[in-house]
């Protein structure tokens, strides 16, 4: 749909603010950790919160305002966390955050893209990666793994395993995809991987608004997975397992495979008894929930822009939207719990209302020192729970967080939830 589709929920935009925050009467429980959007507590003004971007654009298609750096500013000073979209949507049945993607869209395509991302697009177009690193380093890590290579089409799995670029190529992550794959080994399941073959699932393209550049990777990764035969692709990165099941499954193209994260396989295992955690590890955790593991997974049957008047006066949406139905947020806990001697405590703002790290939409590449500040908000937060580290499922997010830690020169562990199960077997 095009951004002049969305006009109605532009113009329904009461400018309650209730977006900014996590939900007001029933969730907060304290006004230190009450915001939800990462912009608008920030940076103060209306424009940057999720309202605010929905009057810039209609502000837009009307002719108000017309392109400048300081609508670049404010559509591009946002993770794309989604945390407005699923507030206003407790009461409304308006879409705020596919208003910014459409924003976003438009921008890009008739306007200019960041240079720090049109240096993430020439990364894709001429690696396949986001590192503007050689295709050859991109097997680099699965060595002495044994991991069957699917890229020629001589062996054959049940299970692919798609790394994703920074799992891939980040030599301080590249452990979470080695012992995800190790796992699932012990576990016997038959597992194999792309190797150089792998490309990058095109989720910056698509959250900066590329959607030519998204639209040809996506479908050429389909085309891929199904020639492969696979039954299932499991990924360890939140951002290519958000992306390959509720972006992927709407580009109409058939798709012969299930979409799994990483945890959720490695939960399913160790409820079966196929991984059986014993070793101690006492240590009181608090987890992340990332933002495209959790609200952002969530499948929506897309509204297609139809509209009745209620009683000839109030417009209300074709399809009311389903919120909190199958966004990854227990699988993760689970695997914590079932480590002996792990305590879960939980942050003020969890699961679908949780504070996003800040890394997402294309803000640690442009805007590092937004990326940071949000990252600290969330540490500040992990540390109020009295946790003694910090547990998540992202590549981008332990990243941001580890990066955080490290500005303020503190020690906090960062932990990836396979870090500590593979380390209790
Ligand atoms: S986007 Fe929704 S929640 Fe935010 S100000 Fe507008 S109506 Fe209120
Ligand atoms: S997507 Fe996140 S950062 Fe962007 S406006 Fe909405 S809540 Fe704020």
Known sequence: MALEDYRNDMMRCVRC??????????????????????????????????????????????????????????????????????????????????????L??????????????????NSIQNYDNVWMLPRSRRKNWSKGLEAKDLSTGKEKAEVLYFAGCTYSLDPNLQKVAQNTVKLMKQAGLDVGILGTKEKCCASPAFQIGNEALFEEYALSNIES????????????????????????????????????HAVECLDKLVREGRLEPTKKRPM????????????????KIPSEGKEERVLGCLPVKDIPKAIGLNGIFDPPRNVIKSIPGIELLEMERAREYSWCCGSGGGVKSAFPDFALWSAEERLEEAKATGAEALVTCCPWC????????????????VYDATDLLIQSL
């Not at 009181?284 to 499948?299: A, F, K, M």
């Not at 332990?398 to 562990?413: C, I, M, Q, W, Y």
């Open 398 to 413: 332990e990243k941001n967080l580890k990066d955080a830690v490290d500005s303020r020169g503190e020690t906090f562990p």
């Open 225 to 260: 997975f199904n020639a492969l035969g696979v039954k299932k692709v499991v990924s360890s990165c939140a951002g290519c397992y958000g992306l390959f099941k509720t972006h992927y499954s709407l580009l109409g193209k058939e798709m012969n495979f299930e979409v799994v």
């Open 17 to 102: 603010s209730v977006c900014k925050f996590i939900p007001l009467s029933s969730l907060i429980k304290s006004w230190r950790f009450a915001n939800g959007c990462p912009a608008s507590a920030k940076y103060h003004f209306h424009s940057y919160s999720g309202g605010g971007k929905m009057i810039a654009a209609l502000s837009l298609i009307d002719g108000r305002v017309d392109y400048s750096d300081a609508l670049m500013d404010v559509v591009y000073k946002c993770s794309m966390c989604g945390a407005c979209d699923l507030t206003c949507r407790l009461g409304t049945d308006m879409e705020p955050l596919q208003v910014l993607r459409e």
């Open 104 to 121: 976003r869209s438009r921008v890009f395509r008739e306007y200019k893209q960041l240079d720090e991302h049109t240096h993430i697009m």
């Open 284 to 299: 009181r955790v608090t987890y992340h929930d990332p933002c495209h593991l959790g609200r952002l997974s969530e499948t």
